[in-house]
């Protein structure tokens, strides 16, 4: 059944070898009842380990149950492990935060063929620990802490039961019931295989072995098997009888997919929760940053559309005319100093630009509003009524100047909001009389609230008739722009074209040089704006992304914490026949949880933000699936990230080496 050549192992620590093993050969048969015996020190549990599958040699072969151990993978070994091996560990190895039963029962989540399992609670009871089935180990004394160990080495049904010194901790009359217990499973067919230190024991074996400095020095079989007596409890195993299958233990279905996916999110909730604190505060970092995706994406969105939305109000399909500042012999002259613009090219645009939906001219100047004793500098903007057209300016509280008026050159003007409120307060400014710059006008009407852009305040104007503007107030001949509106944002481009072509037949100084006229494309500074919103937004998700990396971090250093503090449950797990794949799903699925939850808390939270910025600054933030969907996939896939590299790390272990690790 097992057969060992010239094995050898040494331990290394630093610079020092110790040889644990030298040139062991063993062969076990089916059904032997063994000791093997040996001071302390002299190597036993390293035989054991390495018989039970748990820790390789450095040199000899191995073959177990006809099978080369050396050549078999993780996945082969471990089905060895849960079918045919039940391992008792001198220090049992249970875990603290499972009951009894949940401990019992743990090697049944790792089988994978159908075949005959014991039930964890009858072999509890039938060990005497009936009334124990919920205790944790460590409400346990000594000696029931290893009936539980001894049943779950049990509960696979092996066909070879070890144990590390199984008497080592009780005291006699304990001891003998358990090699009693050893007997009776022998007694059924199991193979049995002991290691102790005492030599009275040895009396109840049918074969022993004694080990002394990594040497078997002796193997004798014995003739009788002393009884060892005492009350053993009823194994009732039956376990050499295949066809025994009512006998305690039935036949079971491994457990599926879907069932040990929801173990494992169960173990995974019971460790989260087992440290409630270390799990919010591993998790807050995953809340805040899916919080801060949310929030930040929420803004940047709301920049871009508030960038749209006042570039509207501008006038969007709008292109200004105005007079080149050009080079006469080198020098380069005053804006205007050079070219003309009047109602001459007003109207040609008109007339042959076709797709110019409104052509207004504009004359901008500064200029001293005085009402009563309050006064005002302000920009004063001559126009024609198409600027309603225009920059959307129809007049919130009175009316605008008309085309006659502009022709009369009345004194009628218009006020901004903010000069309307510096001079007049609250009171209604329609209908009085205001000085500019010493000249009486009376005011017609507000202007609508445009609010800034930039650091420019668009209600800071007076808006009065072009004729009036430039005959009465500043004595000019010429106007300093012209603001054409296209009919749609696709001929803003053809219009540009053709307005291009027009100003070339118009007069220019002689000498100058260049085109003489300049057209601005608001659309297309409409177009710069928005990619700035762009890559405000951008700056705003990456801020975001940050935090969630950071998040990241966060669990990964916690599930770091949490293998290493770990390392020893994993090695028994594996010890019991999990897989590298089971211990990696295990992990992967509580960082996952971990993530999950973070997620969940953040997008709340990222919620609440979002709702409490837009009611208290007024913005309007809206919550989009999108960045819901963002923030949680990408906390998850973080999460699992970090998460796996620990786990994998863990997982690689020896499993002795892995229960070595606390
Ligand atoms: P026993 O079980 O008979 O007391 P062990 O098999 O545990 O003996 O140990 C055999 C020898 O190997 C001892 O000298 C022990 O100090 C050494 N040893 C055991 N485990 C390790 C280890 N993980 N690292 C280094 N030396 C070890
Ligand atoms: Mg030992």
Do not use: F, T
């Given at each position: 059944m097992i057969e060992l050549t010239q094995i050898s192992k040494t331990y290394r620590m630093g610079n020092i070898r110790v040889p644990a093993l030298r040139d062991v050969s063993l062969k076990i048969g089916q059904g032997e009842f063994i000791i093997i015996r040996g001071a302390s020190g002299s190597g036993k549990s390293t035989l054991l380990h390495v018989l039970g599958l748990l820790d390789k040699t450095d040199t000899g072969t191995f073959h177990f149950m006809g099978r080369d151990v050396n050549r078999l993978d993780d996945c082969e070994l471990a089905l060895l492990r849960s079918e045919t091996v039940g391992f008792v560990f001198q220090q049992f190895h249970l875990l603290p935060r499972m009951s009894a039963i949940d401990n019992v029962a743990l090697p049944l989540v790792y089988r994978r063929r159908a075949d005959r399992v014991a039930d964890p609670r009858q072999l509890?009871?039938?060990?005497?620990?009936?009334?124990?089935?919920?205790?944790?180990?460590?409400?346990?004394?000594?000696?029931?802490?290893?009936?539980?160990?001894?049943?779950?080495?049990?509960?696979?049904?092996?066909?070879?039961?070890m144990a590390d010194e199984p008497t080592g901790n009780l005291d006699s009359a304990s001891g003998r019931e358990i090699l009693t217990f050893f007997q009776k499973l022998n007694a059924e067919g199991i193979t049995v295989v002991v290691v102790s230190h005492e030599a009275d024991i040895e009396q109840y074996a049918r074969r022993v072995i004694h080990i002394q400095d990594g040497y078997i020095r002796s193997d004798e079989m014995r003739a009788t098997m002393v009884a060892a007596g005492g009350i053993a409890w009823d194994s009732g195993l039956k376990l050499s009888r295949a066809d025994d299958l009512n006998v305690l233990g039935s036949r079971r279905q491994p457990p599926g997919r879907a069932e040990k996916f929801l173990k494992h999110l169960s173990q995974a909730g019971r460790s989260l929760s087992g440290n409630k604190m270390r799990t919010g505060l591993s998790a807050l970092g995953i809340v805040i940053g899916v919080a801060a995706v949310m929030v930040m994406l929420a803004l940047g969105a709301s920049a871009r559309s508030s960038v749209t939305r006042q570039f509207s109000a501008l006038g969007s399909n709008r292109l200004v005319v105005r007079p080149d500042a050009q080079n006469i012999g080198g020098v380069r002259q005053q804006m205007g100093a050079v070219s003309r613009l009047t109602m001459k090219q007003v109207e040609q645009i008109r007339e042959r630009v076709l797709q110019a939906k409104v052509v207004v001219p504009e004359v901008r100047g500064r200029g001293q509003i005085v009402w009563g004793s309050g006064n005002a500098n302000t920009e004063v903007v001559g126009t024609t009524p198409g600027y309603i057209d225009i920059y959307a300016a129809q007049p919130a509280h009175g009316r605008f100047f008309t085309e006659e008026e502009n022709r009369s050159r009345a004194r009628v003007a218009l006020l901004g909001l903010t000069v309307a409120r510096s001079l007049f307060g609250k009171q209604n400014p329609v209908g009085e009389m205001v000085k500019i710059n010493r000249v009486m006008f009376q005011v017609i009407g507000i202007l609508p609230a445009k609010g800034a852009t930039g650091p420019r305040d668009e209600d800071d104007l007076v808006v009065i008739p072009i004729q009036t503007a430039m005959r009465r107030l500043m004595g000019r001949e010429y106007f300093d722009c012209i603001s054409v509106s296209a009919s749609d944002s696709e001929s803003v481009g053809q219009v540009q074209e053709s307005i291009l072509k027009l100003t070339r037949g118009w007069p220019r100084l002689p000498g100058a040089t260049g085109a003489g006229y300049r057209i601005d494309n608001l659309a297309s500074i409409q177009a710069a704006f928005s990619a700035v919103a762009r890559t405000l937004a951008l700056l705003l998700a990456s801020v975001a992304t940050i935090s969630l990396v950071v998040g990241g971090i966060g669990i990964m250093n916690i599930m770091l914490v949490s293998v290493a503090e770990r390392t020893g449950e994993i090695g028994l797990r594996k010890a019991i026949g999990a897989t590298h794949a089971d211990i990696m799903a295990q992990f992967l699925i509580e960082s996952a949880v971990l993530c999950m939850a973070g997620g969940v808390f953040g997008i709340l939270l990222g919620a609440g933000a979002t709702l409490v910025l837009s009611h208290l600054a007024g913005w309007k933030l809206g919550i989009s699936i999108w960045s819901i969907l963002l923030g949680c996939g990408s906390s998850a896939v973080i999460g699992i990230c970090f998460g796996l590299w620990p786990a994998r790390q863990a997982a690689r272990l020896n499993p002795i080496d892995a229960l070595r690790h606390e």
């Open positions: 509890l009871e039938q060990m005497g620990l009936g009334r124990r089935l919920n205790h944790r180990p460590n409400e346990l004394s000594g000696g029931q802490q290893q009936r539980v160990a001894i049943a779950r080495a049990l509960v696979n049904r092996p066909s070879i039961l």
